[in-house]
């Protein structure tokens, strides 16, 4: 199973990689995605994937329910976005396509992580039911964290550190409490990077598209 979980995974890469390079400079960026930029959500998920069949929460054996802070942190990056912009900070991309790359990321996400729930059936470390494998909530959050970092890095690292410090404060309280394994965390951290890289990649092209579809005349 788990191997050919990252069959899936580097697969998935790999094909939005291939229909991207299509699209010539990504409009949000002004800039490519080479594939080297998929080495570490790959690798995120290749050492989740590879924990799967060997499932491990050390140190966080025996902690129980650590705190619920989890349910609200994940969402702390797409928070941060929202105080920066109300503060005034003005984002590398318009608005209108920061909605619509934030949209369709979260859609990818939201895909994969559900596809894989409900085709691998991991139980939860807590019992609880068989949704484990991946962590929606880490998934989330560095979804969240990479929109974040992608919108404003050219002003700060330091948004960037934010963004990331609170996805992974996400994943280990999910582990600390009971409700994911190591492999779920990791592949979900892998998975939610990767989903906003691919589309910051391939949003050019549709853009593109419906530009081009408003603007032919009706017949």
Do not use: C
Request: aromatic share 10%; glycine share 10%.
């Amino acid at each position: 199973m788990a191997q050919r979980i990252r069959f899936l995974f580097l697969f998935w890469l790999t094909a939005f990689r291939l229909f991207a390079q299509t699209a010539g400079d990504s409009i949000p960026t002004e800039r490519r995605y080479p594939l080297k930029s998929f080495i570490v959500p790959a690798a995120l998920a290749g050492v989740g994937t590879a924990l799967l069949g060997h499932p491990t929460r050390e140190p966080f054996t025996s902690t129980g329910h650590v705190s619920a802070a989890d349910d609200y942190l994940r969402f702390g990056p797409y928070g941060l976005r929202v105080a920066l912009q109300a503060a005034g900070v003005k984002p590398a991309i318009k608005l209108g396509d920061e909605i619509a790359v934030t949209v369709l990321s979260n859609v990818v996400m939201g895909g994969v992580t559900e596809g894989l729930k409900r085709t691998v059936q991991s139980t939860r470390p807590d019992g609880s039911n068989r949704r484990s494998f991946p962590s929606g909530h880490t998934a989330v959050a560095f979804t969240g964290a990479e929109l974040l970092h992608q919108a404003y890095k050219h002003k700060s690292p330091w948004i960037s550190i934010a963004g990331y410090a609170m996805a992974t404060a996400t994943g280990v309280l999910r582990v600390a409490n009971e409700k994911h394994h190591w492999a779920d965390v990791l592949t979900g951290a892998g998975i939610g990077i990767a989903s906003v890289k691919i589309t910051y990649a391939v949003y050019p092209v549709i853009k593109r598209k419906l530009q081009r579809h408003r603007k032919q005349p009706d017949k």
